[in-house]
T-cell receptor, first 112, second 114 residues
Framework: DAKTTQPPSMDCAEGRAANLPCNHS???????VYWYRQIHSQGPQYIIH???NNETNEMASLIITEDRKSSTLILPHATLRDTAVYYC?????????????FGKGTLLTVNP | NAGVTQTPKFRILKIGQSMTLQCTQD?????MYWYRQDPGMGLKLIYY???????DKGEVPNGYNVSRSTTEDFPLRLELAAPSQTSVYFC?????????????FGPGTRLLVL
């Protein structure tokens, strides 16, 4: 699975959009980009995934660059409850290697 | 659906003691996983199972054992607890064998070995 690079921390004002970047310059054509988050002391939570098209669901939007070497997770209206560590994970969709490789992620702090 | 449940939530063990961390899912998922998370670090896979009766090692299996006798349950056994096993343990499950793999996590078990 491709390696990802994320900033260690970011701040965002409540009610504003939070844009979390992720670099995955060695991504392969059959690898998806997944985003999970982990609120303090809880288990990780799936947010969204994508291959090459932009995706949106009730939680967030995922923007993947045309060359697929980077992506941005967007929380359109951040709330205090969105304070968490956000993990960007790249992996083959169907693989005998089932593990999700969690790096250190980005600690997003939403401030009032 | 309760999703993935784990017990206990917190446990203190003495060095050399043994214990079983329980994990149950009610989503009829085929695949189940055990991860550990040390302070300030990402998750590391201990063991996983692709179905009842089938288990396999992950990245850090030493000191642990698992079994999968039913689809719902995937207990993790610690034999001869050591301080290095102080961590937060997360169980997860997924459908498996499908194109997009989303894992659902339990709330975790905090283990302190003294």
């Amino acid at each position: 699975d491709a390696k990802t690079t994320q900033p260690p921390s970011m701040d965002c004002a409540e009610g504003r959009a939070a844009n979390l970047p992720c670099n995955h310059s060695t991504i392969s054509g059959n690898e998806y980009v997944y985003w999970y988050r982990q609120i303090h002391s809880q288990g990780p939570q799936y947010i969204i995934h994508g291959l090459k098209n932009n995706e949106t669901n009730e939680m967030a939007s995922l923007i993947i660059t045309e060359d697929r070497k980077s992506s941005t997770l967007i929380l359109p209206h951040a709330t205090l409850r969105d304070t968490a560590v956000y993990y960007c994970i790249v992996r083959v969709a169907l693989s005998s290697n089932y593990k999700l490789t969690f790096g250190k992620g980005t600690l997003l702090t939403v401030n009032p | 659906n309760a999703g993935v449940t784990q017990t206990p939530k917190f446990r203190i063990l003495k060095i050399g003691q043994s214990m079983t961390l329980q994990c149950t899912q009610d989503m009829n998922h085929n695949y189940m996983y055990w991860y550990r998370q040390d302070p300030g670090m990402g998750l590391k896979l201990i063991y996983y199972s692709v179905g009842a009766g089938i288990t396999d090692k992950g990245e850090v299996p030493n000191g642990y054992n698992v079994s999968r006798s039913t689809t719902e349950d995937f207990p993790l056994r610690l034999e001869l607890a050591a301080p290095s096993q102080t961590s937060v343990y997360f169980c997860a499950s997924s459908f498996g064998g499908v194109t997009i793999e989303t894992q659902y996590f339990g709330p975790g078990t905090r283990l302190l070995v003294l």
